[in-house]
């Protein structure tokens, strides 16, 4: 299936600013119609709450689709982490708008609490929640999501930029992870199969949960073995490659 327009995702915290320039890689060497959509809370929509369940959140999504995605129905979607549970809740609720969905690093609430959430990832995460500044917030979160670049500080510098450009609220991440914990895999997809990407050496969210998925949906799994949670950081023409050969 060639598939030109593909929706990107981002995860728990983050917005499309965080792709870097992932996005144009796709798009020069994929040939890919790249759109991107913040979730609501955080980037373009930090004004706002975020909402509590997945569902919401996939549906506030749906009413702000770019023209281009709604005259090219179905497209495609790359999710990352928590974007992946808004991807799976789409494909159940509405798969006439998905032409392949690619899960990148993603978990559900019937995996095991310390696989969605490592137990050695605790400290750093409670470290980013609670950070009195911007600047120490983003250099938790960046030792924690990336295992090539955590100590580069170009990206640092990147990331704090956006933080103070548009305001991450904890509220919005507490909202966040609520929705997270409650949403559950849905028990049965039907259409093409999906794929899943995951990296063995994430300190975040272990690549178990994506081999729940694998499994449950009899799906296709590739593993990374060194990049972080953040793979499209980590290993931007890795990833290319995979979609290359998968998508």
């Not at 913040?38 to 509590?52: A, K, M, N, V």
């Not at 090539?148 to 609220?169: C, G, M, R, V």
Request: include cysteine; glycine fraction near 6%.
């Amino acid at each position: 299936m060639n598939i030109k327009h593909w929706l990107f995702l981002r995860g728990l915290g983050r917005e499309q600013g965080h792709w870097g320039d992932f996005i144009q890689r796709c798009e020069i060497q994929l040939g890919w119609h790249c759109h991107c959509l913040d979730l609501p809370g955080f980037g373009s929509e930090h004004q706002r709450p975020s909402p509590t369940r997945i569902s919401e959140i996939r549906h506030d999504l749906q009413q702000r689709l770019p023209e281009p995605l709604k005259a090219n129905t179905p497209f495609g979607v790359v999710a990352l982490s928590l974007g992946g549970m808004v991807a799976l809740d789409w494909l159940a609720t509405t798969p006439e708008q998905i032409a392949k969905i690619i899960f990148i690093n993603t978990s559900t609430g019937d995996c095991p609490l310390f696989q969605r959430l490592r137990f050695a990832a605790l400290p750093t995460a409670l470290s980013a929640l609670l950070a009195p500044h911007e600047h120490q917030r983003e250099r938790a979160a960046l030792k924690m999501v990336s295992n090539h670049h955590a100590n580069d500080p170009a990206l640092l510098q990147a990331w704090y930029k956006i933080s103070t450009t548009q305001a991450i609220k904890k509220i919005n991440v507490l909202r966040q992870l609520f929705a997270a914990a409650r949403y559950r895999a849905p028990p049965e997809l039907s259409g093409a199969s999906q794929l899943l990407i995951s990296s063995r050496a994430d300190r975040m969210v272990s690549y178990q949960c994506s081999e729940y998925l694998a499994a449950k949906y009899r799906w296709p799994l590739v593993l990374h073995s060194s990049a972080g949670h953040d793979l499209p950081i980590d290993d931007p023409a890795w990833l290319v490659e995979v979609f290359k050969r998968n998508a």
